[in-house]
């Protein structure tokens, strides 16, 4: 049974009236996502809702990106259920249903532990963890959900090594359909190796979750991300923008952008912006698109692992039958068969004196 306690009871269910810049044109248009617009009717109701794990280095904008796409699912009838998973997080912009922050005190375990505020946030993520199997009972109690958001905090090293990264999006994905959202600060990324260093995190968090994976290139309202679609789609577009730097960094950068080409070719990315509502439309049908993805890889895959496991078990199970017969063998003992009930056949197999009054089938000592 689901611990409701871990959930804050409606603060979701109302419709958020804005996101950052309430009156901006996007969301108070209402623009409705082709891939998903008109879905809901064709599709089975008990249809599963879609995981949206945002994550990202610190600041790039995931809290304020998640509160409008909040903003926006509520505008197009299909509002979200709403995870938060930053302990540390002094204010949520959005109505979390569930918030780590009303089980861990992040506070309380850096000093419980003696931690500095990145142990705090890893150590109270894993504490959280451990009541994870919770979270996806309150999910999946849910019905005509379309989407799960969950905002994480910026220490992204969470989900490249920590346990509690790893438990989380293996619990999602076991139960949900599930996509991960890297952000990107665009602004911040113009440089070739302040991009091609987001580019290597964001591999990392694909090697580990092995989930279907999309750029979020943040802030197009400050910088376009025209350039990373560039440099993503041609490396020698990249190169030029380093060729005037000799550094060894620049050169690793150069190497690399040709490793990544199978990297970015298998990539979904969009450009969004968080104040502006710009991209919504596109941010879901890429989250849609991964969505497919996921039935066709990732599903298959822990459809695959599960059959190994029940083969490996069964495997396992007549390995110890098979002893157990042989032990019973060689200790020279009769095989005893158990029975339910008494078959019809009961007195020839079992009873030595077919003309023994005693017919309960034990031989009398
Ligand atoms: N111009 C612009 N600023 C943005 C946008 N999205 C977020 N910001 C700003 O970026 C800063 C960080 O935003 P947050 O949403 O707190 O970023 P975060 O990734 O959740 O940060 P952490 O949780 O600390 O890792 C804030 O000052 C936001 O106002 C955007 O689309 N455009
Ligand atoms: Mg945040």
């Not at 918030?99 to 504490?127: A, E, F, H, W």
């Not at 968090?205 to 999309?214: A, D, G, M, N, V």
């Not at 080409?261 to 941010?283: H, I």
């Amino acid at each position: 049974m689901a611990d409701t306690s871990l959930e804050n009871e409606v603060k979701n269910e109302e419709p958020v009236a804005s996101g950052t810049e309430p009156t901006t044109p996007s969301d108070a248009e209402g623009p409705e996502p082709p891939s998903t617009s008109g879905r809901a009717d064709a599709e089975p109701k008990k249809k599963k809702p879609t995981v949206v794990l945002i994550v990202g280095m610190a600041g790039t904008g995931k809290t304020t990106l998640l509160q409008r796409l909040n903003s926006h699912l509520h505008t197009v009838g299909k509002p979200p259920y709403v995870v938060n998973l930053d302990p540390a997080v002094t204010h949520v912009p959005y109505g979390p249903n569930i918030d780590i922050r009303d089980t861990v005190d992040y506070k309380n375990v850096m000093k419980q532990y003696g931690l500095g505020p990145n142990g705090g946030i890893l150590t109270s993520c894993n504490l959280f963890a451990t009541r994870f199997d919770q979270v996806i009972e309150l999910c999946e109690s849910k019905t005509d959900l379309d989407y799960i958001l969950v905002d994480t905090a910026g220490q992204i090293e969470i989900f490249t090594w920590s346990a509690s990264g790893a438990i989380i999006t293996e619990a999602f994905a076991s139960s949900f359909p599930t996509v991960v959202v890297y952000i990107v600060d665009t602004p911040r990324c113009t440089s070739p190796q302040t991009f091609m260093s987001n580019m290597l995190q964001a591999v990392s968090i694909l090697y580990k979750t092995k989930l279907p994976l999309i750029l979020a290139f943040n802030k197009v309202d400050v910088a376009k991300h025209d350039f990373a679609i560039e440099w993503m789609e041609d490396f020698e577009k990249f190169q030029e923008a380093i060729d005037s730097d000799s550094s060894y960094a620049a050169s690793l950068s150069r190497s690399l952008c040709m490793v990544l080409d199978e990297f970015y070719r298998k990539l979904q990315s969009v450009g969004v912006s968080a104040y502006t509502g710009e991209g919504m439309p596109e941010f879901f049908e890429a989250v849609a698109g991964g969505a497919r993805e996921y039935d066709s890889t990732y599903k298959v895959e822990l459809e695959r692992r599960k059959a190994n496991r029940a083969a490996e078990e069964e495997k396992r199970k007549k390995a110890m039958m098979d002893k157990l017969k042989n032990d019973v063998k060689n200790s020279g003992e009769r095989e005893v068969p158990l029975r339910k009930g008494v078959p019809d056949d009961f007195e020839d197999q079992f009873v030595e004196e077919p003309d023994s009054d005693d017919d309960d089938g034990y031989e009398s000592g």
